[in-house]
């Protein structure tokens, strides 16, 4: 049985956009996966970080739905390793925008026990809610 | 040296062991450090999308406030602005960048920030550590007085001070400004191959588990290596590094809590500064019986 993939204007549009967000030329990506290799959350993410440049690629908007783009913490380990200068970083936080900038918050602030947010220090707090929440 | 300084909101909190060291070690190696006026949260991460300005606003105006130091003549020709937390300075150097190499950007914050002069885009965004590397570790060396013998010191680095290259101080791959300003204090160098890998940075908000395994991925390795201490200079590395290390060891029984120093407390501390400026009452991991142990630190302070 042969599976064909259909790229569809749909899929071509949600690659545009994510482009424009991102600033970066995503249909580069060669998929070497020196990328997830790199990434020291990989192990928590249902897909790595190759996977998610691929699905975007070929504009797949379920993408947007993985648990992997909230796990990036822009630490950039990818970034300075990607052979052909990409920067996977700046791909989830464009993928984390779709959501914040529609005002859907990933994390409930009010959910943050009392006693962790006695102790948590601002730099904490301000660095989750600016990546978290919209 | 007169240098305009950015503290940024932990250094006055929770990290004033950080800025306390730092300001009292600067000061023994003739940098006097001028807090801005004004400053304002830097915002702590830096904006990743193409078409976010408005979070750039926020570190622009700290460099505004640089040029006016200059023109008021409270610095003379400084545009450098000394920071000394690794998230102040990524997400600063990544504005100053920005706006640097985007005029077009900088036009649009400047007509927003309707009542601020013109940023003209001349600040040089610097840690600490930069300024330490250009006076010369050598001559770092020549201010020690309590050398710090055979306490085995494993540089931490983690994100921020690193990465991205336009914005990292040293190799992201490869970095060493730890290891050589803690060899001229007198410290034996321990590498750990966790050195750059991520703390979990935020997670430690909404998804702490993830942190506690990170953190005790970092201490574990420190410790095989041989390390009786590590370092950072960010004050969230310093909170999951340090202060999970109660959660850490309540989940891995076998794990041993290891101090963790802002490199600045070792140099307040080789430099024979006294406690006060030394401030380990601010770290959750106490180093003082270490230091006892070592005789850095005299019998009963």
């Known amino acids: 049985m042969i599976n064909k993939l259909v790229i569809t204007s749909k899929n071509e549009e949600f690659l545009r956009r994510i482009v424009e967000l991102s600033g970066e030329t995503i249909t580069v990506c060669e998929q070497c996966g020196t990328c997830s290799g790199g990434c020291p959350l990989v192990l928590e993410m249902d897909v790595t970080p190759a996977e998610m440049m691929r699905m975007v690629q070929l504009g797949q908007e379920e993408v947007a739905e993985t648990r992997t783009i909230w796990l990036c913490a822009s630490c950039f380990s990818c970034t300075v390793k990607c052979p052909r200068g990409l920067d996977p970083s700046k791909v989830a936080e464009a993928l984390r925008q779709l959501s914040l900038r529609k005002a859907i918050d990933h994390i409930d602030i009010m959910n943050i026990p009392a006693d962790e947010m006695d102790k948590l220090p601002q730099i904490a707090l301000v660095s989750a809610f600016r990546k978290l929440t919209g | ?301």
Not at chain 2, 213 to 236: F, N, V
Request: charged share 25%; aromatic share 8%.
């Open chain 2, 1 to 301: 040296m007169k240098i305009p300084y950015y503290p940024g909101c932990s250094l006055k909190t929770t990290a004033r062991n950080l800025e306390v060291s730092a300001l009292a070690s600067a000061s023994t190696l003739g940098i006097e450090m001028v807090e801005i006026p004004r400053w304002n949260c830097c915002g702590t991460v830096f904006s990743l999308t193409s078409d976010d300005l408005m979070h750039h606003v926020a570190p622009v105006r700290n460099l505004v406030r640089v040029q006016e130091m200059n023109r008021q003549g409270i610095v003379d020709n400084e545009y450098r602005l000394l920071t000394l937390c690794s998230m102040c300075f990524n997400t600063m150097k990544g504005s100053a960048l920005r706006v640097a190499d985007n005029p077009d950007d900088l036009d649009k914050i400047n007509n927003f920030m309707d009542r601020e002069e013109d940023y003209e885009g001349n600040v040089e965004v610097v840690h600490l550590m930069e300024i330490l590397r250009e006076m010369g570790f050598d001559k770092i060396g020549e201010a020690v007085t309590n050398p710090l013998g055979d306490l085995k010191i494993a540089p931490y680095y983690g994100c921020m001070l690193l990465r991205p290259k336009e914005i990292g101080i040293d190799d992201p791959e490869d970095p060493t400004i730890g290891a050589d300003l803690f060899r001229a204090l007198g410290a034996e160098i321990v590498d750990n191959p966790y050195k750059k890998v991520c703390c979990g940075a935020y997670h430690t908000v909404a998804d702490k588990n993830l942190v506690i395994d990170l953190a005790y991925s970092i201490l574990s390795q420190a410790d095989k290596a041989g390390a009786e201490a590590i370092t950072t200079s960010c004050p969230l590395c310093a909170f999951n590094l340090d202060a999970r290390q109660k959660e850490i060891a309540e989940k891995y029984p076998e794990f041993k809590t290891m101090p963790v120093f802002y490199f600045t407390q070792l140099m307040a501390l080789a430099f024979g500064l006294g406690e006060d400026k030394c401030m380990f009452e601010g770290n959750y991991v106490d180093p003082r019986p270490l230091l006892r142990a070592k005789a850095l630190l005299k019998e009963g302070s």
